[in-house]
């Protein structure tokens, strides 16, 4: 994989007639040293999010050791890649056989769930093992996420207190997990979900070992710009110390968004401009998903191998190569007036599912690999608001509040 300055240079260098996917590595670092500053728990990368060996490696360079997977595939992966990593299996629905695969060829003894009927399969599967760390899917409101969770998974907080007794008499260790939703906007949404868990304890009458917060933490984009990432902290810690739970209860959570989508970019080059519609050579069947259906606006800007654009700025809507109607990414995204065939858009903040969501539909899945030296069209991560207005990336400035 090649390095480059920025997408300009890559483009004058090499002119691609491929997508290409783009990684700026530092964005990685960076983001992990705001949660391991901030966070007073254990993080666990939720793997989904992006898979990319590149991305993975990274990550592990700089010290993360859990991982939170969904399937039985990213689990041996992350055992075999991270030998003697840790490995959460998160997912509340999972069939026997990658249950006891995972315990007994790759030692996974972290699972979550929200029924009895899963608590059956796990310890048949595990052969009524006595050293499983089982956490329950409670249900919490999903208002202020852009992508709702909450109504495929989770335990309603009627039935919850049944489900944690009858866990608690199974598990080793046992937990409360949630998850917000994707893209959560609102950093109160995790003070009523962490409000929740505390009357759950009470209802149940079952001590817990751990909460387990989950992700939704966002990144900023051309239509969203959050909150300050700070202020989700800040009421994560304060929920959590009002908990009616011992010292010993452990904070968890599972950043996936949040730290990997600065690291993604997606050049994708103009096949055809038609008045404010541009058709590229990638889009929602490839890297580009999240502006399609949920209907983000990532941050863009043109690149021109030779030349120079106007500075004027117009709003366009963005085409992607394939048959397919739904191909389409309304936007709008603002880009030079006079782009035209030949030019290149870069895609910022696409390293949250963009890579692992690509797919071969109309034999477009092809595409290349890059890396690159310079700062993210927009970071979260940039000023002392951490909304995303910064151009660059120079590290988190906010100050630090004491840990629980």
């Not at 890559?10 to 700026?24: G, I, L």
């Not at 592990?60 to 991270?82: C, H, K, L, P, W």
């Not at 003894?109 to 899963?118: H, Q």
């Not at 009523?192 to 001590?207: E, N, Q, T, W």
Request: net charge neutral; with cysteine; glycine share 10%.
């Amino acid at each position: 994989m090649h390095t480059f300055s920025s997408a300009l240079v890559m483009a004058r260098t090499h002119a691609p007639d491929n997508p290409v996917a783009c990684y700026r590595l530092a964005t990685i670092g960076r983001a992990l040293k705001f949660f391991e500053r901030h966070f007073p728990g254990t993080l666990l990368y939720s793997v989904k999010t992006n898979p990319d060996l590149v991305v993975l490696d990274e990550l592990y360079a700089n010290g993360v050791r859990n991982f939170d997977v969904a399937s039985i595939v990213e689990t041996q992966m992350i055992a075999e890649r991270f030998p003697g990593a840790r490995i959460s299996y998160m997912h509340p629905v999972k069939n026997r056989a990658s249950i006891r695969q995972a315990y007994f060829e790759f030692g996974v003894k972290e699972f979550s769930l929200d029924t009895e009927e899963e608590l059956d399969k796990i310890m048949t599967s595990t052969d009524g093992a006595d050293d499983l760390t089982l956490l329950v899917r409670l249900a919490v409101p999903n208002l202020h996420s852009e992508i709702n969770l909450s109504e495929k998974f989770g335990v309603s907080f009627a039935d919850a207190p049944d489900l944690m007794m009858q866990t608690r008499k199974t598990a080793s260790r046992i937990g409360i997990c949630f998850h917000v939703g994707s893209q959560c906007m609102n950093p109160a949404a995790y003070g009523i979900a962490i409000g929740m868990v505390g009357d759950l304890i009470k209802a149940s009458g079952v001590m817990i070992d751990i909460i387990d917060v989950g992700g939704g933490f966002p990144s900023v984009y051309a239509n969203m710009a959050p909150p300050a990432l700070l202020d989700y902290m800040q009421e994560i810690v304060s929920g959590f110390d009002q908990l009616p739970a011992s010292d010993k209860c452990e904070l968890w959570a599972e950043p996936g968004r949040a730290l990997v989508a600065e690291a993604g970019a997606t050049v994708a080059r103009v096949e055809l401009r038609r008045n404010d519609r541009l058709y590229l050579n990638d889009g929602t069947h490839g890297g580009l998903f999240d502006a399609g259906t949920p209907g983000f606006v990532f941050p863009v800007r043109g690149v021109r191998p030779r030349g120079r654009f106007s500075t004027k700025l117009v709003p366009y809507t963005l085409y992607g190569p394939t048959c397919d109607g739904l191909d389409y990414m309304k936007g709008p995204f603002h880009l030079p007036a006079d782009i035209r065939e030949g030019d290149y858009v870069e895609i910022g903040n696409t390293g949250a599912y963009g890579s692992c969501l690509r797919t071969g539909f109309n034999g477009y899945g092809v595409h290349d690999q890059a890396l690159l030296k310079d700062e993210p069209i927009m970071t979260m991560y940039g000023d002392r608001a951490g909304r995303g207005r910064a151009k660059q990336a120079r590290g988190s400035t906010v100050t630090a509040f004491p840990r629980r």
